[in-house]
Each structure stands twice: as C-alpha cells, then as structure tokens.
C-alpha cells in the first residue's frame, strides 16, 4: 500500500473514534466477489471455501455473490470453476478469458482482476491465500490503492456493514481485527482450510457476465516458456489430509522421523511437524503445521512430542480427533487435545504402528478368507 494511501486506509485511533466516511467515489460500491483459482486446470479447494464465507457476508449486507474467473479461452477449467462458482453459492460469475491468461502471470491476471473491479466495483474481494494467490491480491491492493487484510481467520460484517478481517498477530498471542474504512473493494485473504467447506447448492443458476482482457502480449514481460515438475512426489498436501502424523522436539534426533513416517504410511496419512523442526533443517517447510505453516482439517490428528503452543495449536484446531502423545502431563497440547497419552514418543510411535499393521493384515486375511 502506498504511504498516501496507507494514511487514508488507517483508522483514528480507538473503535470508538472509527468514523466511517467512505469518500464519496467509493459509496456505490456493492456485493461480494471471490477470486476463483485455478490451479493447473482444476480449481482450488480455497476458493470453494471462501465462497462458504462469501456467501455468509453477502447474506449479511444483502448483496449478491460473485465468482471471478480468469483464464484462457474455451478451457474446461474455467468451464468448471463457473459451474463450482454457482454450485457453491454465487448469483453471478464474471469472467475474463484471454490466450494470454493460459498461465499466472502476474502482470495480466492484475489487469484482468483491477480492470473488473472499477468497471463493477466490489465492496469485498476474497483471495486464497496461496501462492498465486498472494502475489496476485497484493499486485492488485497496490494498484487500486486499497487495504489488503492477508492470512485471516475469520471474517465478518460489522454492524455499518464494514468486513471485519480477523487475523493472528504478535506470534499468535493475540487476535485483530482490520478494517478498510476509506477504501473499496476491502481485500483479505484466507488460507487453505482455515474456512470450513460449504455445502453444494441443490441446482444451481446464475449469469455469466464476461469481461475482456485490455492488454497485449507485447507488453507483458514475464513469459512461460516449460513447466518444470519440483521432482518430488513426497510433496506434502497436508492441508487437505484426512490422516495427519506430527512430530515435534520431543523425537529428539532426525532419525526419529521414520517413526512418524511410519505410523502415518501404515494408517494412509501424511506427515507433518512443528516449526522448530523445520528451522533445523528436519523437515521442510512445506510440511510444517501451524499459524507459519499449513492450517489443517483432518480427521485424525496425532502429534507426538509437540508441546502445543499457540502458534501450533491455530493450526490443528479444526482437526475432528486430536491425539497427544507426550511425556509430560502438564504440556499444553492436552488442553486442547481429544484423549491424551502420556508416554515415550520414541517407544509409543513404532508400538502404534505394530498395532495398526496387525488389524490391517487380520483385515486382509479376513477379506481373503471370506
Ligand atoms: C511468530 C511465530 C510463529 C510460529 N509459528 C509456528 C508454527 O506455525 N508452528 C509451530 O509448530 N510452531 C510455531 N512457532 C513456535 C512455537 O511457539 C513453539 O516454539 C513450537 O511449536 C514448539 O515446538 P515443539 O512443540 O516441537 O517443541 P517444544 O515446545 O520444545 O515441545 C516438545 C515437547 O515434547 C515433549 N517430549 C519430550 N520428549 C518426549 C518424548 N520422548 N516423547 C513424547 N514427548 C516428549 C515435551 O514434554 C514437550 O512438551 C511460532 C513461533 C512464533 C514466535
């Protein structure tokens, strides 16, 4: 945000003292957009579940819903987020489609994005807070000069109608909530599975309002020219799997590590960890859980020699079944944990594991026999 504008957006200090005098060019600005993201063709579970939250704020204000989608023209991907668009929530669709939006690139995904907006003007714009979506919501709150709330929590409409963006600060020790007073659209973002999932829409209708692409490949200096794979299939998707193993500084040697991998292969999970890991270089980051790392929901969460603090329980706490296992019966993690083991990581983890490897061959041979 730029300084000037950074001194409009800010408020007085003190709620009490927040007048909202929403200069005038920005009164009429109206509904609820969510940025619908495709990646590799297929749109983003985030988007899906901002539009659960979109659809909430809209009901609120009493405005319409819509989902923005950019991409090239004809793609079934774009076909798809429309039809997800409306299946999850939203009146209307926009969309703006261009051989030159094939793949993210900032520059004309920023056009595409800011030109929809003055042209139809938003009072919200939600983003994931992916990768993608990160680099494009900040392009577009510096180009239209408004307030970008990123990594919220929670989202909400005050009683004049303002979004209240909830999000962690201080290390996590403390919540806050932001508002844009004297700006439109009000931007924030979420991350991946920190909102719950929306229920589908039973037959699902809305208008498709298309946009076009002001711009020419002449004057976009990024050009894709391969897409290269990271090469590493053990790339973690933890935000969206249903069994998660952690470990935390209580393994105490990297070797530990096997132990969880272990369990969470057998129990057809994935693995994960506390950030004092990641900053020993044990594991990387991507497989990190809590408010620096990945938010997750699954239904079964087991962390083993994690303490539990704030930062790391932010991450976990959507989990349906949370399991501590813990040598010391005071850590915090049984605060918040569903049922507790006081034991050895070390010696508990490889038993777990024999346990689950017995039932499953039994299950098998059962399965065989019949
Ligand atoms: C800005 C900021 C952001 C942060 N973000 C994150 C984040 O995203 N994620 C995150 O995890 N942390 C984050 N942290 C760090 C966080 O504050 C904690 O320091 C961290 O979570 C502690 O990691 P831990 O539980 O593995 O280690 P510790 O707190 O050292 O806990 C180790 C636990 O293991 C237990 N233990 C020891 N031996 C055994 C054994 N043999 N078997 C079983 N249990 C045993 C101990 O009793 C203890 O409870 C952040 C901190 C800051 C300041």
Known sequence: MSTENREACSPPSGRAAMEKELPKQFQDYRNVWVFIELEHGQVHPVSIELLGEGRKLADKLGVHLAGVVIGPPGGQGTANAIADAFAYGADLSYLVESPLLAH?????????LTDLVLANKPEILLLGATTLGRDLAGSVATTLKTGLTADC?????????????????FGGSLLCTIYTLKCRPQMATVRPSVMAMPQRVNNPTGSIIRHELKMREEEIATKVLAFFSDGDSNTANLAYADVVVAGGLGLGAVQNLQLLK????????DFGCSRPL?????????RQIGQTGNTIRPKLYIAAGISGAVQHRVGVEGADLIVAINTDPNAPIFDFAHLGVVADAISFLPALTEVFTKRLERRNFEKFAQ
């Open 104 to 112: 993210y690139r900032n520059e004309p995904f920023t056009k595409a």
């Open 153 to 169: 929590t929670e989202l909400n409409v005050d009683s004049d109608g303002s979004l209240a963006a909830t999000r962690p600060t």
């Open 262 to 269: 272990d369990l969470a292969r057998t129990i057809g999970g």
């Open 278 to 286: 990641v900053q020993k270089g044990w594991m990387p980051v991507d």
